[in-house]
């Protein structure tokens, strides 16, 4: 096995699979970013081109509802509109080492730039170690242009947040793309840092699709949050949580 390995499914970049924009959803704290990506994939109804395997991720395999193993890896979707054309980048895992990072990081961006990517938005959560009932979104860029754009879309650019750098690809993916000439926007929504948030995700979601340039609805990220902030309130009341309630957050 090589160390990364992509491979395309049906289409490669010189069949058309061709998108000005890369956004990386991989999984992050609170699960924002993929949350917000695999909503997107969703409604807009994205088809998997590429699956990405790699030695730098756990060494383990994902077992799906019928008992059966895959070896964990990355995907990569295209939509392909009247008036858009984007990547995704989602996945079970980031890479466990350093090294692994800036590898995979070079990797995305081999792909992004066979595909004619000249912007990647990266998504995640700032984890604040508290609840959020109205979640910000926080946003960095790798060049000071793109400010503008972002803070009127409804992000917060700051110097001193997020404290202490952007890590793994969301940060990676911006520095590394500089020097192959693409823009880069990071989205940060608040998050504790303790749970899957897709109230943080939802607020995300609102200042991306901004960004984008359309219209995206939010409502199952909504009923989620909701679901989620119940069983929350079950807990600290100190209520018993049914099969039924976990059910009904997780279909």
């Given at each position: ?8 499914i ?8 061709q998108?000005p924009?890369?956004i990386?959803?991989?999984?992050g704290?609170?699960h924002?970013g993929?949350?917000?990506a ?8 994205a ?5 990405i395997?790699s030695i ?7 077992i799906d509802e019928?008992g059966?193993v895959?070896l964990?890896?990355?995907e ?5 509109g009247?008036?858009?054309?984007f990547?995704f ?5 980031q890479?466990t ?12 961006l081999?792909v992004?730039e ?9 998504l ?5 170690g ?5 979640p910000r979104?926080l946003g960095?860029v790798?060049?000071p ?5 972002v ?6 650019v700051?110097r001193?947040e997020?404290?202490?750098?952007i ?6 993916l ?9 823009e880069?926007?990071c989205l940060?929504?608040?998050?504790s840092?303790?749970?899957?948030d ?10 991306l ?17 909701e ?14 949580i ?5 059910l009904?957050?997780f279909?």
């Open positions: 096995m090589d160390d990364i390995t992509i491979r395309f049906d289409r490669t970049p010189e069949d058309g699979i998108a924009i890369l990386e959803g991989l999984p704290i609170g924002v993929k949350l917000v695999e909503h997107l994939i969703r409604e807009l109804g088809g998997k081109v590429a699956e395997e730098f991720f756990p060494p383990q395999v994902i019928q059966t895959r964990a890896n990355n990569i979707y295209f939509y392909e009247e008036d858009h054309r990547l980048l989602v996945g079970d895992y890479a080492s350093a090294e692994g990072h800036y590898l995979l990081a070079d990797a995305y081999d992004a066979a595909c004619g990517v000249q912007r990647v938005y990266t995640g959560g700032y984890g604040v508290h609840l959020v009932e109205e979104v960095a790798n060049h242009d793109l400010k503008d754009g803070e009127a879309a409804g992000a917060i700051s001193d997020p404290g202490g750098g890590v793994g690809a969301a940060g990676l911006l520095g590394l793309g500089l020097s192959r000439g693409m880069g926007i940060m929504g608040e998050t840092g303790y749970l899957v897709p109230r943080s995700a939802a607020s995300l979601l609102r200042v699709s901004g960004l984008l340039g359309i219209e995206i609805d939010p409502t199952l990220l909504e009923q989620r949050a679901e989620m902030e119940f069983m929350l309130q079950k807990l600290i009341d100190g209520d018993r049914s099969q039924d309630d976990e009904r957050y279909v």
